[in-house]
C-alpha cells in the first residue's frame, strides 16, 4: 500500500487527509498551524517537523495549499520539495491555482523524473469531509489511473480535463460561473426582500423554477433559510470570499492570455473585491449577500 504524504492541512486538506486515513493508508503530514498537526496526529497520522521530512520513504505526494504562490514555493527552487520527493513518485497538487503555475511545477517535477497531476477540487469543505469531492484532473492518463484509488477514498466524481494544466483551466472555469452565480443569487433574494417578499418563500419559488442554481438548491446565501449553510452560521466556514476573489482573478488571467471576453466574470471579480475590501475576505463567499442588503 502506497505511503503518502499529506502538505496543507486547511478547511479542505484537513478532513481530505483524514479520509486516507480512515481508508487504511498510512499517511505522514505536514502544515504551518500547530493546531491542524495535532487534529490530524489525534485521528492517527505520522505528524512531520517539516515538508522535507513528511516526503521521506512516500510514492505518492499530496498538496492542499492556498495559491500558485504557496505551490511554487513549496515545490521549486533549490531546496524545494521537488529535490526531496524519491524518484518515481506521484505528486498530486488538489489546490486551485494558475494553470501556468501547475504546468511549470508539473515540468520541474518531470525533469527530476517525478510525476504530477493538478488535482483541483469541487464540492466545498462538506465534500471534503464526506469525501463526496469531485476531482479535475490534467496530466497523463496513465498517472490519473494510479491517483485514482486516493482519489476515490476523498471524492465520488473524478475527470481528467486534459493535459498537465487542464485541470486548473476546468476548475477557473467552473468558479467563474459559481461567482456569477451566487452574486446573482444574492441580488435576486435582495430584490425580492426589498419588495416585500420573504427570502424562504421566494428562495422556494426559485427552486422549483428556470432560475435555480446550486446556491439556491443547497447553498442559500440568506441566513436562516437553509440551516448547514454558512449562512446560517455568520457565514462561518464554507469557501472564503477570498478564495473566491482569487479564482475570479485567475479566470481574468485565463481570459486575458487568449484574448477572451468574460464580462459577467469581470463584473464579479469586482463586487468581491469591494465585498473583501469592506472587511469580508475571510467570511464565507454566500455573504456576497451583504453588498446588497446592508443593514
Ligand atoms: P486554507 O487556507 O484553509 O488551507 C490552506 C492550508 O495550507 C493552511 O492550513 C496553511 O497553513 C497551509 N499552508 C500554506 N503554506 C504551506 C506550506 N508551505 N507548507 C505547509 N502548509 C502550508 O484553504 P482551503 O480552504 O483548505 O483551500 C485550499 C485550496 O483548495 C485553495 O486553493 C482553494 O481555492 C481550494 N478550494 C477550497 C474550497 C473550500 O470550500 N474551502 C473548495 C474547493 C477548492
Redesign the pocket.
Known amino acids: 500500500m502506497s505511503q503518502i504524504a499529506f ?8 478532513p481530505m487527509a483524514l479520509n486516507l486515513i480512515k481508508a487504511g493508508y498510512k499517511v505522514s503530514v ?4 500547530a493546531e ?1 498537526l495535532a487534529r490530524a496526529r489525534d485521528a492517527g497520522a505520522t505528524v512531520a517537523a517539516s ?1 522535507t521530512q513528511a516526503v521521506q520513504g512516500c510514492d505518492i505526494v499530496i ?5 500558485s504562490q ?1 505551490v511554487e ?2 515545490y521549486l527552487g533549490d531546496d524545494g520539495l521537488l529535490q526531496h520527493i524519491a524518484s518515481g513518485a506521484l505528486v498530486i497538487d ?4 494558475a494553470p501556468q503555475s501547475a504546468i511549470k511545477v508539473s515540468q520541474a517535477a518531470r525533469e527530476k523524473g517525478l510525476r504530477m497531476v493538478d488535482a ?6 462538506a ?2 469531509e464526506a469525501g463526496t ?1 469531485t476531482f479535475i484532473v490534467g496530466g497523463d492518463a496513465a498517472d490519473l489511473d494510479q491517483a485514482r484509488p486516493l482519489l476515490e477514498c476523498m471524492g465520488k466524481n473524478i475527470f481528467h480535463a486534459g493535459d498537465a494544466g487542464a485541470g486548473q483551466v476546468a ?1 477557473i472555469c467552473n ?1 467563474m460561473l459559481l461567482g456569477v452565480l451566487m452574486a446573482g443569487t444574492a441580488e435576486a433574494l435582495a430584490l425580492g426582500a426589498a419588495n416585500g417578499l420573504d427570502p424562504h418563500v421566494l428562495s422556494d419559488i426559485i427552486s422549483k423554477s428556470s432560475g435555480r442554481n446550486w446556491a439556491t438548491e443547497l447553498y442559500n446565501p440568506w441566513p436562516g433559510v437553509m440551516d448547514h449553510a454558512p449562512a446560517s452560521k455568520d457565514y462561518a466556514g ?3 470570499v477570498d ?1 473566491m476573489l ?2 475570479l482573478g485567475l479566470a481574468a488571467e485565463a481570459a486575458m492570455a487568449v484574448k477572451a471576453a468574460t464580462p459577467l466574470g469581470e463584473m464579479a471579480r469586482n463586487l468581491y473585491a469591494m465585498h473583501s475590501g469592506n472587511g469580508h475576505g475571510k467570511l464565507d463567499f454566500s455573504s456576497i449577500l451583504k453588498l446588497y442588503n446592508q443593514p
Open positions: 502538505i496543507g492541512l486547511g478547511h479542505m486538506g484537513g505536514f502544515d504551518l498551524v491542524s515538508a498538496s492542499m495549499l492556498p495559491a504557496h514555493g513549496l488538489c489546490s486551485t491555482i483541483p477540487v469541487s464540492g466545498g469543505t465534500g471534503a469531492l476548475k468558479n464554507g469557501f472564503g478564495l482569487k479564482d
